[in-house]
């Protein structure tokens, strides 16, 4: 069963940069990621599918603000020039067949 | 442009039942894979249930197995849930979410969900 690590929070200054960590468990380091967004009482938003050689498809008029990359079993997702409507929640999310797993969250404070 | 539509939430009491549906436009629903999200009140997302683009397969997370059940209609472009068997723990909003490809995948495009409160 695959299982994806997140820390609980994160914080960075305006127009700063904030790197966030979602870690693939053990044998499972070549699987792709999603990362979603989740605004303060909104849905999610897809941001971006990251693959396991840091290649990434980013969605529908997402910033090239946003950004991924991988190295072994760790995806990450790094934000630039932090803006005040980055403040959020960000999930990643893999799947197998017949099932999809998301990691716990981290929430971005801007400060 | 995608949109996902969902409806059905709303006040049940425990063991009660309820069926939420999620009204796809946009793209061609039968050739995609969706599935249901659930985020309880304070926590993080949850994978509920997902289904095949044909509908042949379809998968549960093990908090709902047996209780829940995920179908959908191509002909109208609509996923449903039903739950039936509710709990307090099922207290959540419901997300529908399209999944990138015919059966497995990241989720590229996600509604903007519909309350469900399991109370007495």
């Known amino acids: 069963q695959v299982v994806l690590t997140q820390s609980p929070s994160a914080s960075a200054s305006l127009g700063a940069s904030v790197n966030l960590t979602c870690t693939l468990s053990?044998?499972?380091?070549?699987?792709?990621i999603a990362w979603h967004q989740q605004q303060p009482e909104k849905g999610p938003r897809y941001l971006m599918k990251?693959?396991?050689?840091?290649?990434?498809s980013k969605g529908d008029n997402i910033p090239d603000r946003f950004s991924g990359s991988s190295s072994g079993a760790e995806r990450y997702l790094t934000i630039s020039s932090l803006q005040s409507d980055d403040e959020a929640d960000y999930y990643c999310?893999?799947?197998?067949?017949?099932?999809?797993?998301f990691g716990g969250g981290t929430k971005v404070t801007v400060l | 442009e995608v949109q996902l539509l969902e409806c059905g939430g709303g006040l049940v009491q425990p063991g009660g039942s309820l069926r939420l549906s999620c009204a796809a436009s946009?793209?061609?629903?039968?050739?995609?894979?969706m599935t249901w999200v659930r985020q309880a009140p304070g926590k993080g997302l949850e994978w509920v249930s997902g289904?095949?683009?044909?509908?042949?397969?379809?998968y549960y997370a093990d908090s709902v197995k047996g209780r829940f059940t995920i179908s959908r209609d191509n002909s109208k472009n609509t996923l449903y849930l039903q739950m039936n068997s509710l709990r307090a723990e099922d207290t959540a909003v419901y997300y529908c979410?399209?999944?990138?490809?015919?059966?497995?995948?990241?989720?590229?495009?996600w509604g903007q969900g519909t309350l469900v409160t399991v109370s007495s």
């Open positions: 979410a399209k999944v990138g490809s015919a059966t497995v995948g990241y989720f590229d495009y």
């Open positions: 946009g793209f061609t629903f039968s050739n995609y894979a």
């Open positions: 289904i095949i683009d044909s509908g042949g397969s379809t």
């Open positions: 053990s044998g499972h380091s070549s699987y792709a």
């Open positions: 990251l693959s396991s050689d840091g290649s990434h």
């Open positions: 999310q893999t799947w197998v067949t017949g099932t999809w797993v």
